[in-house]
């Protein structure tokens, strides 16, 4: 039983079990999941990606048990952990930071700790986890602060009898929307191409004001979501001349003009009702509670070879 924890939500927990349990994966090893859930509107698109990603058998509903009270919880949390710990080697939890957790399934514990300028407070609060404690792992630290926060980090970590077991980079294609997750967060209606909803938008632009042509400006990011209020069709042709995952219209149906362009580029059109400034502020309030899906795991995959100690995880585990 492999605990991944964290004190807080959103920390990137999902993430690290989807990268540990391809790790495992590759390893010749059979993997497990199991998070259970203190409501049922907590059974989640994460066991469901979980389940996809380690190809479990097991219903989402087996992987994500609900306890909605206290009683009995303890042999009933041993008893979902039977279910899904048939012929596994190990078992991924994921879960909210809870002791209790870890000492009725005798787990391991990796807790995930999001970046913040700060740790003096941290190491203390871990303690009590002792032997237990297989390390830590510090997530989504800015790249300019990478160096420094390794040098800190492990030194504090390690003053207090701590092992840091990986230090992740904040990266941006981790951070992204796929064109599904964009178009629901805008409430806005597919025109063409909801067969891409899965697709990841690697930058989002706004179409300008200006009167000037737009291909320049629209040249200077690929694989973009562009967003253009419906009296712009010029700005519209503009962002479809160059790379562009989706084009999102905002006001009226576009003209049959862009439409076709979009069609013979296979680009989605996307149309949503509303003022452009809510428009945007959802965006931003989307892309910071993005995600983590499958199309990311490859990017994923790369960073922990890079910053996770793989290597030192699976000697303490017994598997080299």
């Known amino acids: 039983a492999l605990y991944i924890t964290s004190p807080v939500k959103g920390s990137g927990k999902t993430a690290l079990c989807c990268g540990l349990g391809k790790?495992?994966?590759d390893q010749g090893k059979k993997v497990g999941f199991l998070k259970p859930?203190?409501?049922?509107?907590?059974?989640?698109?994460?066991?469901?990606?979980?389940?996809?990603?380690l190809a479990l058998e097991e219903p989402v509903e087996?992987?994500?048990?609900?306890?909605?009270?206290?009683?009995?919880?303890?042999?009933?949390?041993?008893?979902?952990?039977?279910?899904?710990s048939?012929?596994?080697d190990v078992v991924l939890i994921e879960g909210?930071?809870?002791?209790?957790?870890?000492?009725?399934?005798?787990?391991?514990?990796?807790?995930v700790e999001g970046y913040s300028r700060d740790f003096s407070g941290v190491p203390n609060s871990y303690k009590d986890f002792g032997k237990s404690l297989l390390g830590v792992t510090l997530n989504k630290v800015p790249a300019s602060r990478l160096e420094r926060i390794r040098s800190e980090a492990t030194t504090r970590f390690n003053q207090a009898g701590m092992n840091i077991l990986g230090i992740l980079p904040e990266a941006r294609s981790l951070l992204t929307l796929s064109i599904g997750e964009l178009a629901g967060q805008i409430r806005g209606e597919f025109?063409?191409?909801a067969d891409k909803s899965s697709e990841l938008i690697g930058n989002i632009m706004l179409g300008p004001k200006s009167l000037d042509s737009g291909l320049y400006y629209f040249r200077r990011k690929d694989n973009k979501a562009v967003i253009i209020e419906s009296e712009r069709p010029d700005m519209q042709l503009a962002a479809l001349g160059t790379s562009i995952k989706c084009l999102v219209i905002?006001?009226?149906?576009?003209?049959?003009?862009?439409?076709?362009?979009?069609e013979d580029k296979a680009v989605p059109v996307i149309m949503a009702k509303g003022e452009m400034a809510n428009i945007v502020t959802s965006v931003e309030e989307a892309l910071s509670q993005a995600k983590f899906n499958r199309q990311k795991l490859p990017r994923l995959v790369e960073?922990?070879?890079q910053h996770f100690s793989l290597k030192e995880l699976d000697k303490t585990l017994g598997f080299k």
């Not at 859930?37 to 989640?44: C, I, L, Q």
């Open 86 to 88: 048939q012929g596994k």
């Open 250 to 262: 905002i006001g009226e149906r576009p003209s049959p003009v862009v439409l076709n362009l979009a």
């Open 62 to 84: 087996v992987l994500c048990p609900v306890f909605s009270d206290q009683t009995n919880l303890e042999s009933r949390i041993k008893e979902a952990y039977g279910k899904v």
């Open 37 to 53: 859930a203190a409501t049922a509107d907590s059974v989640d698109q994460d066991a469901r990606l979980m389940k996809e990603v």
């Open 191 to 193: 025109l063409m191409g």
């Open 23 to 25: 790790h495992f994966l």
């Open 96 to 111: 909210i930071l809870e002791k209790k957790m870890a000492e009725a399934l005798a787990a391991k514990v990796i807790i």
């Open 303 to 305: 960073i922990m070879e």
